[in-house]
């Protein structure tokens, strides 16, 4: 949707989305009796949003959220992570700025919007968040907001969250998965805590069926 439209246009079609999804679900062709959040990078930011607007609005919360190096935090703040931007390939600083130009809107106060930067939300929203579990590279200039997150979440009393890095994987490794090994155990890593939160079992790829 963006840039000709912006938030929170793209948060209330995926809420749009989402309640029609749990009033339909036998159309789908599931009974929908788990559910899990996904998402990466800006669908990162996109899943715990949309987390949040269910709180608000008392609608039905998923049963884990899992996320691969998650956009948290849509200020220009910088922090030690972010300094990568400033010369990384992967996520340099200019792109980073146009991403977030590209998203939010003109007037709004990324800071102030915590369905924008999920990082500030209040602790009495934070209390109530599912499962949560992010995956990021220890390289990614956004590693600070994924860790601000599940900081926030612990002392908010949530009860499971958890993080994990990987020392060599920069921003947007679900992509390398055909070319580096370590992208190859992330990507398994993530796909058995999506399994864990939907109570089943993980068969990884290399399993004869």
């Known amino acids: 949707l963006a840039p000709e439209y912006k938030y929170p246009y793209q948060l209330e079609e995926v809420f749009s989305s989402y309640k029609w999804t749990l009033e339909n679900c036998g159309v789908l062709g599931t009974l929908a009796e788990k559910i899990v959040f996904c998402g990466d990078s800006a669908g990162g930011n996109l899943a ?41 390939p992967m996520m340099p600083y200019t792109l980073l700025k146009l991403c977030l130009s590209a998203y939010v809107p003109d007037d709004s106060d990324a800071a102030n919007d915590h369905f924008l930067s999920p990082v500030f939300a209040p602790e009495h929203v934070l209390k109530d968040f599912p499962p949560l579990s992010i995956f990021s590279g220890a390289i990614d200039p956004l590693l600070d907001d994924s860790v601000q997150m599940i900081h926030n979440v612990r002392k908010a009393g949530g009860d499971d969250a958890r993080l994990r890095t990987y020392e060599n994987l920069p921003h947007g490794f679900l992509g390398m998965v055909p070319i580096l090994e370590e992208a190859k155990q992330a990507s398994n890593d993530i796909s058995r805590r999506i399994a864990e939160y939907l109570g089943t079992e993980f068969v990884d790829d290399k399993t004869k069926l």
Not at 51 to 76: E, F
């Open 48 to 88: 715990v949003a949309l987390v949040m607007k269910c709180l608000q609005h008392s609608v039905r919360i998923p049963d884990g959220v899992v996320l691969a190096y998650p956009a948290l935090n849509l200020t220009m703040q910088l922090s030690a992570s972010r300094v990568l931007a400033m010369f990384d």
